[in-house]
């Protein structure tokens, strides 16, 4: 089973709201990652937990906050978004860390900025 | 991290075996290389890496040359389901954790 759960699919928000966006894995999995994907671009690596702690921040705006509560959960918590902020974001896990490790991602979570 | 190129698009019948290249000319040597596809509005799906040796799974195999510089995913039977973005990847050791650089991938157009 390697299989990485998004919620929602589908999200549509105004400027001002707050949402989250919500993953999970039971693989035992101790690394998540966060990407973006705007329309025919490759995804884009946003952030990178590992063991609860973040790794990798590639410069992201501070709209973006991303929690990993446990080893199974990862939000990325969304405010004050722009239009331009509209994409597909990804949630991905690995077993760890290193370059052998195998890297699974969900489905994606379509966000809309209105 | 190691730049990969592979062509825009490609072509292949249904039931003929699919080869997309992959050029990294300055892959490292303990960098592995990972190939993905995407289908449209779906998550990235893993198909095969590796580090040195050929390597075969249930999906596919994957071919490296000797001197690592460049490899070949091959989908033996292509079906119309493996139509999709191939996506070429060299996983990059940042000091903390790897990272998964995608490039533009090759679109593989499976025609019957």
């Known amino acids: 089973d390697t299989e990485v759960t998004q919620t929602p699919k589908h999200l549509v928000m105004g400027m001002t709201n707050k949402k989250s966006l919500k993953c999970e894995q039971h693989?035992?999995?101790?690394?998540m990652y966060w990407y973006k994907q705007k329309a025919k671009k490759p995804p884009e690596l946003m952030f990178v937990?590992?063991?609860?702690?973040?790794?990798i921040n590639e410069s992201v705006p501070s709209r973006f906050s991303p929690e990993c509560p446990n080893s199974s959960l990862l939000n990325l918590h969304l405010h004050a978004l722009q239009p331009e902020d509209s994409a597909l974001y990804l949630c991905?896990?690995?077993?760890?860390?290193?370059?052998?490790?195998?890297?699974?991602f969900g489905e994606g979570s379509w966000l809309t900025v209105v | 991290d190691a730049k990969t190129t592979q062509p825009t698009s490609m072509d292949c019948a249904e039931g003929r075996a699919a080869n997309l290249p992959c050029n990294h000319s300055?892959?490292?040597?303990?960098?592995?290389v990972y190939w993905y596809r995407q289908i449209h509005s779906q998550g990235p799906q893993y198909i095969i890496h590796?580090?040195?040796n050929n390597e075969t799974n249930e999906m596919a195999s994957l071919i490296i040359t000797e001197d690592r510089k460049s490899s070949t995913l091959i989908l033996p039977h292509a079906t119309l389901r493996d139509t999709a973005v191939y996506y070429c990847?060299?996983?990059?050791?940042?000091?903390?954790?790897?990272?998964?650089?995608f490039g533009t991938g090759t679109r593989l157009q499976v025609t019957l």
């Open positions: 991905a896990s690995s077993l760890g860390l290193s370059t052998g490790n195998t890297i699974y």
């Open positions: 693989m035992g999995h101790r690394a």
């Open positions: 937990y590992s063991y609860e702690k973040l790794s």
């Open positions: 300055t892959i490292s040597g303990n960098e592995y």
């Open positions: 590796g580090l040195k």
């Open positions: 990847i060299v996983s990059f050791w940042t000091g903390t954790a790897s990272k998964l650089t």
